[in-house]
């Protein structure tokens, strides 16, 4: 598996093809699931598993263009998720995501993970533009989209469409 990504607070780690299979199939022998993570959680990653098993399939080394799971450093709970929606396109263009369980929001975690996922983006030289889009009324969305440094650049049915430039 890809090398975690860490930041002060918490440990960002890839799902790779393996660990989308244990999570379909509820086989919990991976590190992951050693840890605490609430059934809210555990949902939206099977939900996550099943969108990016297809596409995971067809190439095994995009994982890292896909879903991360967020885990607290200290305690190793899994708070969220992080990911991209495919990897980067042509132009280098590539989608951002993000969720936290609801016991762990308004603690910074969402912009801390995004924060640390654009950065790695970036890193790898093939990435140009992050883009993202939440609905014109999700003002938490909006809040960690602005503290990553996105810019709004239009609003179009009842969506925000934000981007950052390397």
């Known amino acids: 598996m890809e090398e975690s990504i860490l930041t002060d607070r918490l440990e960002i780690i890839p799902c790779d093809m393996k660990m989308i299979l244990e999570i379909l ?8 699931f050693s840890r605490s993570i609430s059934s809210e959680q555990l949902n ?4 996550i598993a099943n969108i990016f098993k297809e596409k995971l ?4 080394g995009s994982y890292r263009w896909f879903a991360w ?20 396109n042509e132009l280098g263009d590539v989608e951002i995501g993000f969720g936290i369980d609801s016991a762990f929001r308004r603690r910074g975690y969402a912009t801390e993970a995004a924060l ?8 790898t030289g093939i990435v140009e ?3 993202a889009i939440c ?5 938490p969305s909006i809040k960690v989209l602005e503290n990553i440094g996105m810019i709004q650049n239009r609003i179009h049915d009842s969506y925000v469409h934000w981007s950052k430039i390397i």
């Open 69 to 88: 799971i967020v885990a607290e450093k200290e305690t190793g709970h899994i708070v969220g998720d992080v990911g991209f929606k495919g990897a980067p």
């Open 129 to 131: 533009r992050i883009f």
């Open 44 to 47: 939206k990653l099977r939900t």
């Open 116 to 123: 640390a996922l654009m950065k790695w983006a970036f890193h």
């Open 57 to 60: 399939s067809d190439d095994k």
């Open 25 to 32: 199939n509820c086989k919990y022998d991976n590190i992951i």
């Open 135 to 139: 609905r014109i009324d999700n003002l």
